[in-house]
């Protein structure tokens, strides 16, 4: 056997880093047998069409079939043959084909007369890469624009290149029996295409056409079917002009679909969708029309129109066309362009940006299903749009954000996920173990470790309604099955109460396997770890909202020094109380009140002139006093999240938040507008661990206030106070390499100014890239956290 691995291997330019090590016999005969498995994305993207092109290019005889684990073939020809063939195997593959690892096996000759696709193996454990939805590519929308094309105006066209992927596939392998488009049987021309190794729809597995494939339907409110095909597309353009609410379903669930433009119309959606706040995305038809709203650098441009097609933040410019209320007091906008047939369709005939939000109550998971749209959209939408199509999974759009001049999810979804993250670390002399990591409480993923990758699932969402825990479970209980893995530990959350880390246990101990608490912000620098490929020991930095500390204190502000397979807390933010505890996370005000109490004791209630004391009532001021003089519900917290919601009630920004990061986000906004290097005064305790000292750094703030400087210097004297110390603890760590993790990392103006002060300091910053910093991102970690008890 000849193993072929991308572990490491030096990269070669437009290659995944493959080097063949094939070695041909000795005793070279006139023609020989070649099987080669190959692992990797190779199920999905017109892999088995490629190779059979390939192999009748060379006139090679054999076959090629999909397995559990990915593409196995054999071929025989004469050397000179199959030493090319192989050559050609990783410079030829499909645009979307990732070739991670190959096997080679020679055999007897067998005297294949032909080279054929034949029928998958279903027999074997599987492992296989399952591919994300993908764009539509541009042959099939140069297709559905054109007249004379039998997929004119068709909204569910797709070949090899793109359609839908993750969101319909039920088991491994990728074959069409093991999808939701088994409901739709190929009428004779689509089979036709299905067969041709010259089409490009040569087993493309979702393959359909307005014949045999699935239709679109309008309904009311109730579910009273309107009108269907193009004829339902068309009343639904018109709906839309006239301002109306439309639940579309997509190719990962629905949308709330409004024109952009409309202030009644998106104002009446944040009503019924009880979103007050909360910015909402949008599509556009075009980059042109995008570029008449937003600044629109290259690489946002290269995002929009990659086969991803993610929502991309972009900074809105005045006198734009899109209403204040679709993201009130922000200067960026979350955009995206059209991703599926349908879509394409719609914002064609439309012509104008849409909002595109989520198709969900607020704290809901997006809904998919038509039935049950009905009664969960009914109450939103004034009309839904529908496909036949199933969804098996549910999957949201993915959120993009540049900074650094390098892309950053926000949102793992759509695009994304599932590709999976190879890993470096090994156990049990090189054995990878099957471990499911169940995530955190908010922006709730999981994971799957399984022959050392990392599958991580799509966006689930934050775990506080039986509608969300229930999709929890459902992912996992898919993902299992799919995959058909028996599981040897799982790893949670260190906090004892959130619902999966109950789940785990329970899990774990059904299964008599171990359970393994990861602490959060130590996740949270392994999961940068395993995407960066970063060894240990390294110096790494996680701010962020909320963690279950070692101390049963709420973490939040952390300077871990990572070693193998444990961390030591070198620094934090100095801790305060949060009076109401849970409910500090949605009002600043209590953050505020707990920071003040540190500074001012009990003669913080006389100060009635600052903002947090005037946003209570005096019986309510009364109640807290007494909390935060007896202790009673009042957890002690390190969070530099809370803290910033501290300075957001101080400035008086916000009191009261309607979603997570509000207070955060408004005051990296009034840095927009104001630049400087100037820095509040923050001290640094000689105590072990180090604490950054607030204090003299609040009384400035306060002082500020008092004088009216603009609230913009502020923020930004604010920001560069925390930087300062970022630096200054750093430098006692003695580590070349700093990791910056965390929710509080998606601050535009708190991650470029750190990266800049850390490289000027001579250090090396490593953020994330396609894992989200936040809490969608520790599941990976927790998979890290595992295997290294496990070791």
Not at 118 to 123: A, G, M, N
Not at 560 to 571: G, K, M, T, Y
Not at 768 to 775: E, K, L, Q
Request: net charge neutral.
């Amino acid at each position: 056997m000849v193993y072929l691995s991308t572990e490491n291997a030096p990269k070669k330019s437009g290659s995944d880093g493959l080097i063949m090590m094939v070695n041909f016999p000795e005793k070279s005969t006139l023609c020989q047998r070649l099987v080669i498995h190959i692992q990797g994305v190779v199920q999905g993207v017109g892999f088995r069409p490629f190779i059979y092109c390939l192999a009748t290019e060379l006139e090679l005889k054999g076959w090629v079939n999909n397995s559990p684990q990915g593409v196995t073939i054999e071929v025989e020809g004469n050397q000179a043959q199959l030493k090319t063939f192989l050559a050609q195997l990783d410079r030829r593959k499909p645009d979307h084909a990732e070739i991670h690892q190959i096997e080679t096996v020679w055999l007897p000759l067998y005297g294949y007369t032909n080279f054929e696709i034949r029928p998958s193996e279903t027999t074997t454990s599987k492992s296989a890469v399952i591919l994300p939805d993908l764009a539509t590519c541009p042959q099939c929308l140069a297709e559905i624009f054109n007249p004379e094309n039998r997929r004119y105006r068709y909204p569910f066209t797709n070949c090899t290149h793109c359609g839908p992927r993750y969101s319909i596939i039920q088991d491994l392998p990728y074959d069409r029996p093991n999808t939701t488009m088994r409901h739709f049987p190929m009428c004779e021309v689509c089979q036709q295409e299905y067969e041709n190794p010259l089409n490009r729809r040569f087993h493309a597995q979702p393959n359909a056409c307005p014949v045999c494939g699935p239709y679109l339907s309008l309904w009311d409110n109730q579910g009273n079917v309107l009108a269907e095909y193009d004829t339902a597309l068309q009343e639904t353009v018109k709906a839309i002009r006239e301002g109306k609410i439309v639940a579309v379903k997509g190719l990962g669930g629905f949308h709330l679909v409004v024109d952009g433009r409309n202030n009644h119309a998106v104002r009446q959606l944040r009503q019924r969708k009880q979103r007050p706040d909360k910015p909402l995305a949008l599509m556009y038809p075009t980059l042109d029309r995008i570029k008449q709203d937003c600044q629109v650098s290259p690489l946002e441009a290269k995002l929009l129109q990659s086969r991803e097609a993610p929502i991309v933040l972009l900074r809105r410019l005045e006198n734009g066309s899109i209403t204040f209320s679709v993201a009130p007091g922000n200067p960026y906008l979350g955009v995206m362009l059209p991703y599926t047939p349908l879509h394409h369709l719609l914002l064609a005939e439309l012509g104008f940006p849409i909002v595109a939000t989520s198709g969900n109550l607020s704290q809901e998971p997006i809904c998919t299903e038509n039935s049950k749209a009905v009664t969960q959209l009914g109450k939103i939408a004034d009309f839904l749009l529908v496909h036949n199509r199933p969804i098996a999974r549910p999957v949201d759009d993915s959120l993009l954000r540049v900074m650094g001049n390098q892309e950053l999810v926000l949102r793992r979804g759509r695009g994304y996920a599932p590709l999976p993250i190879k890993l470096q670390t090994k156990v049990n002399g090189n054995k990878f173990p099957a471990i499911l990591a169940v995530g955190g409480h908010l922006k709730n993923t999981v994971a799957l470790s399984y022959q050392g990758q990392v599958l991580i699932s799509q966006h689930i969402g934050d775990l506080e309604t039986p509608e969300t825990l229930e999709r929890f479970r459902d992912t996992i209980a898919n993902l299992q099955q799919i995959y058909n893995l028996q599981l040897g530990a799982i790893a949670t959350d260190f906090h004892p109460d959130y619902q999966s880390t109950q789940f785990a246990q329970s899990l774990a101990q059904t299964l008599n396997i171990p359970c393994f608490p990861i602490q959060h912000h130590f996740a949270h620098v392994l999961s940068s770890m395993a995407e960066n490929n970063i060894q240990p020991p390294v110096f790494g930095v996680a701010w962020d909202g909320t963690g279950y500390g070692l101390d049963g204190t709420i973490w939040g502000g952390e300077f871990l020094l990572v070693n193998d397979s444990h961390f030591q807390r070198v620094a934090h933010l100095r801790p305060f109380p949060l009076p109401g505890g849970e409910k500090a996370t949605q009002e600043p005000r209590r953050s505020a009140l707990g920071l003040l109490y540190q500074c001012f004791g009990e003669d913080l209630f006389s100060l009635t002139h600052l903002a947090p004391i005037q946003a209570f009532s005096s019986q309510e001021l009364t109640i807290l006093q007494q909390m935060l003089r007896r202790g009673v519900n009042t957890p002690m917290t390190s969070s530099i999240g809370r803290l910033f919601d501290a300075i957001a009630s101080l400035l008086n920004l916000t009191q009261i938040t309607s979603f997570e990061g509000q207070g955060a986000m408004q005051l990296e906004f009034l840095t927009v507008r104001h630049k400087t290097q100037e820095a509040y005064p923050v001290r640094l305790t000689n105590t072990i661990p180090l604490q950054i000292d607030w204090q003299p750094m609040v009384q400035a703030i306060l002082t500020d206030i008092q004088n009216s400087l603009p609230l913009p210097e502020i923020s930004s004297k604010f920001h560069h106070a925390l930087i300062q110390s970022l630096v200054k603890i750093a430098h006692t760590c003695h580590q070349s390499q700093v990791i910056l993790t965390g929710g509080c990392f998606q601050n535009q103006y708190l991650l470029e100014n750190s990266l800049t002060a850390l490289e000027k300091a001579g250090f090396s910053a490593i953020v994330h890239h396609h894992i989200p910093p936040n809490d969608g991102g520790i599941a990976l970690g927790q998979i890290l956290g595992a295997l290294s008890q496990l070791k």
